[in-house]
């Protein structure tokens, strides 16, 4: 009879004098062994296992016995075939909210012309999205960092998917904007879906590849231009509306796919399905965890409380600072999409009106190179800077559309806003969720995102409102608010480039070097110390 691996295991390892082991024969593993001849227990295990097989007993283990801690977990499994899964599935659900913002600026005109509707009319319609939005980071950010990550990414897709189809059978105006706003409250809840990606995610590059996300926004924005392009002329509004909430029954069907963050287990006290998660990633991914169990976290927290985000000192500034870059960010972000098709409205001769579309799928992909300069800045100068800097560089693109350029220097300029504003958002949504911990991570980026939507909110009134009367003020209020931001991003207390994200809020301080050091300290060597200035 053939032997399995644990027989042969402990044939060889009866052989050393007092040791103590047990495997499990059925599952072909080995469970423990201790020897008193200094046998290394990590490295038998490990070589004994599979590669993401490790097992742990059910028994607690003593406070001599090896343990690693959740970081070091994260780290040792790496980026992988789950992570590579998780982009797909939140990434796809990132660029369903895209598609539904971006159908708001092929949607309005059309309604003006088929409903007669005025322009503060269609600006209710656009702003109605955004205040659904608006009530749904409160409701989504909560839900998930006290019930879970995988509840809110079934709650919101389910709330998007059907109102976002149902829109597509509006009878009239007031039946349009009560099914978008509640289209936007299920939007509210995107915040969830990158939280969670972020949590299993490993120090290294974690900058880069959460900058790889915003990729999937673009995809959405481009993909939608090009339907807009085809459908409209063809089949008109409905029919956009329709097959524009396709891709979210898609991410629906994905929902099995998706597992519990690790880290909301821990910070649950549910270290047992935190260690088997981490097992099954692990396994997935074709890594070993580190020897021993994971450990129990010492702090116990109240999650999801909006109010700590200004009650505890050291969130407070954080959090108003960041409060202040989103809500400016996001009037220079949707100032220019709502603005260009308005733009070309108004400077393009008529004979030339057909060629609105596709001078904003130029626009649009500008996104890309954007994205582009934030991956390569965002761990070298850090999160706050290129904030900073890409913010400044929107808002002088931005103001040289006062010059009334030529239709190809408009284009250019609008490109290069929009460039910017996008490389300037991509590193906004890498350090959000990097600068708060783990009990009020959701909640935190959610509020943060609020504040967008009140933004966004008010966009659409200056887009259609003012742009109806002159150019002048929308590029003023859009530049002047990019000014602001940048001043912001580098008014912030620290930066999260190479930190290790928290768990709880009695964490050790947000302070990168510690967070570095305790790293190094772990055996992950590959995380530098940066050089401290020079006085």
Same mark, same amino acid.
């Given at each position: 009879?053939?032997?399995?691996?644990?027989?042969?295991?402990?044939?060889?390892?009866?052989?050393?004098?007092?040791?103590?082991?047990?495997?499990?024969?059925?599952?072909?593993? @080995?469970?423990?062994?201790?020897?008193?001849?200094?046998?290394?227990?990590?490295?038998?295990?490990? &070589?004994?296992?599979?590669?993401?097989?490790?097992?742990?007993?059910?028994?607690?283990?003593?406070?001599?016995?090896?343990?690693?801690?959740? +970081?070091?977990?994260?780290?040792?499994?790496?980026?992988?075939?789950?992570?590579?899964?998780?982009?797909?599935?939140?990434?796809?659900?990132?660029?369903?909210?895209?598609?539904?913002?971006?159908?708001?600026?092929?949607?309005?005109?059309?309604?003006?012309?088929?409903?007669?509707?005025? !322009?503060?009319?269609?600006?209710?319609?656009?702003?109605?999205?955004?205040?659904?939005?608006?009530?749904?980071?409160?409701?989504?950010?909560?839900?998930?960092?006290?019930?879970?990550?995988?509840?809110?990414?079934?709650?919101?897709?389910?709330?998007?998917?059907?109102?976002?189809?149902?829109?597509?059978?509006?009878?009239?105006?007031?039946?349009?904007?009560?099914?978008?706003?509640?289209?936007?409250?299920?939007?509210?809840?995107? $915040?969830?879906?990158?939280?969670?990606?972020?949590?299993?995610?490993?120090?290294?590059?974690?900058?880069?590849?959460?900058?790889?996300?915003?990729?999937?926004?673009?995809?959405?924005?481009?993909? +939608?231009?090009?339907?807009?392009?085809?459908?409209?002329?063809?089949?008109?509004?409905?029919?956009?509306?329709?097959?524009?909430?396709?891709?979210?029954?898609?991410?629906?069907?994905?929902?099995?796919?998706?597992? +519990?963050?690790?880290?909301?287990?821990?910070?649950?006290?549910?270290?047992?399905?935190?260690?088997?998660?981490?097992?099954?990633?692990?396994?997935?991914?074709?890594?070993?965890?580190?020897?021993?169990?994971?450990?129990?976290?010492?702090?116990?927290?109240?999650?999801?409380?909006?109010?700590?985000?200004?009650?505890?000192?050291?969130?407070?500034?954080?959090?108003?600072?960041?409060?202040?870059?989103?809500?400016?960010?996001?009037?220079?972000?949707?100032?220019?999409?709502?603005? #260009?098709?308005?733009?070309?409205?108004?400077?393009?001769?008529?004979?030339?009106?057909?060629?609105?579309?596709?001078?904003?799928?130029?626009?649009?992909?500008?996104?890309? $190179?954007?994205?582009?300069?934030?991956?390569?800045?965002?761990?070298?100068?850090?999160?706050?800077?290129?904030?900073?800097?890409? @913010? @400044?560089?929107?808002?002088?693109?931005?103001?040289?559309?006062?010059? &009334?350029?030529?239709?190809?220097?408009?284009?250019?300029?609008?490109?290069?806003?929009?460039?910017?504003?996008?490389?300037?958002?991509?590193?906004?949504?890498?350090?959000? $969720?990097?600068?708060?911990?783990?009990?009020?991570?959701? *909640?935190?980026?959610?509020?943060?995102?609020?504040?967008?939507?009140?933004?966004?909110?008010?966009?659409?009134?200056?887009?259609?409102?003012?742009?109806?009367?002159?150019? *002048?003020?929308?590029?003023?209020?859009?530049?002047?608010?990019?000014?602001?931001?940048?001043?912001?991003?580098?008014?912030? $207390?620290?930066?999260?480039?190479?930190?290790?994200?928290?768990?709880?809020?009695?964490? !050790?301080?947000?302070?990168?070097?510690?967070? &570095?050091?305790?790293?190094?300290?772990?055996?992950?060597?590959?995380?530098?110390?940066?050089?401290?200035?020079? #006085?």
């Amino acid at each position: 009879m053939r032997r399995n691996k644990s027989e042969a295991l402990l044939e060889d390892l009866s052989e050393l004098p007092g040791a103590v082991f047990e495997a499990d024969k059925d599952s072909d593993r @080995l469970l423990s062994i201790q020897s008193p001849n200094s046998v290394s227990n990590s490295n038998l295990s490990r &070589q004994a296992a599979p590669a993401g097989t490790f097992r742990r007993d059910e028994e607690e283990e003593s406070d001599s016995s090896p343990s690693f801690t959740l +970081e070091q977990g994260i780290e040792e499994i790496g980026i992988g075939k789950l992570q590579w899964r998780l982009l797909f599935i939140c990434g796809g659900w990132w660029g369903c909210d895209a598609i539904e913002i971006m159908l708001l600026s092929f949607l309005l005109p059309l309604l003006v012309k088929e409903w007669d509707l005025s !322009p503060f009319s269609s600006a209710v319609v656009a702003s109605a999205t955004f205040f659904g939005a608006f009530v749904g980071t409160f409701l989504w950010g909560p839900i998930s960092d006290k019930y879970g990550r995988r509840i809110g990414y079934l709650a919101t897709t389910v709330f998007t998917s059907v109102f976002g189809l149902a829109s597509a059978f509006a009878p009239n105006l007031p039946a349009l904007i009560i099914l978008r706003a509640l289209l936007g409250v299920g939007i509210g809840g995107t $915040p969830v879906a990158f939280s969670m990606f972020s949590e299993f995610l490993p120090v290294k590059n974690r900058g880069r590849i959460l900058v790889a996300f915003e990729v999937l926004w673009t995809v959405g924005i481009l993909f +939608e231009a090009c339907l807009a392009w085809i459908l409209v002329p063809r089949v008109g509004w409905r029919w956009l509306i329709a097959i524009s909430s396709v891709p979210l029954w898609l991410m629906l069907l994905c929902y099995p796919l998706v597992p +519990e963050s690790p880290r909301f287990l821990m910070i649950s006290g549910r270290r047992r399905e935190a260690e088997e998660v981490l097992d099954r990633v692990a396994k997935i991914n074709g890594k070993v965890l580190p020897p021993g169990r994971l450990a129990v976290s010492e702090v116990k927290e109240e999650r999801g409380k909006f109010l700590d985000l200004v009650r505890i000192p050291s969130l407070r500034v954080l959090s108003i600072l960041l409060w202040g870059i989103w809500f400016v960010n996001s009037i220079a972000y949707y100032g220019n999409v709502l603005f #260009t098709p308005e733009y070309f409205e108004k400077t393009l001769p008529p004979e030339d009106s057909g060629s609105i579309y596709f001078l904003t799928i130029i626009t649009t992909i500008a996104e890309f $190179p954007g994205l582009a300069v934030s991956a390569l800045l965002i761990d070298r100068v850090g999160r706050t800077r290129t904030m900073g800097l890409m @913010l @400044l560089g929107c808002a002088i693109c931005t103001v040289f559309l006062l010059l &009334q350029p030529s239709v190809a220097v408009g284009v250019l300029l609008l490109s290069g806003g929009r460039m910017f504003i996008e490389a300037s958002y991509a590193a906004l949504w890498t350090y959000t $969720p990097e600068a708060y911990p783990t009990t009020i991570r959701a *909640t935190g980026l959610g509020v943060s995102n609020a504040w967008s939507k009140i933004a966004s909110i008010i966009t659409p009134f200056i887009s259609a409102s003012i742009l109806s009367v002159s150019v *002048t003020v929308p590029v003023l209020i859009f530049s002047g608010f990019a000014v602001l931001g940048s001043v912001l991003a580098f008014m912030l $207390p620290f930066d999260t480039k190479g930190r290790a994200m928290m768990d709880n809020v009695a964490s !050790p301080d947000l302070n990168l070097e510690e967070s &570095q050091k305790e790293l190094l300290e772990t055996g992950h060597p590959e995380v530098e110390l940066e050089a401290e200035p020079e #006085t």
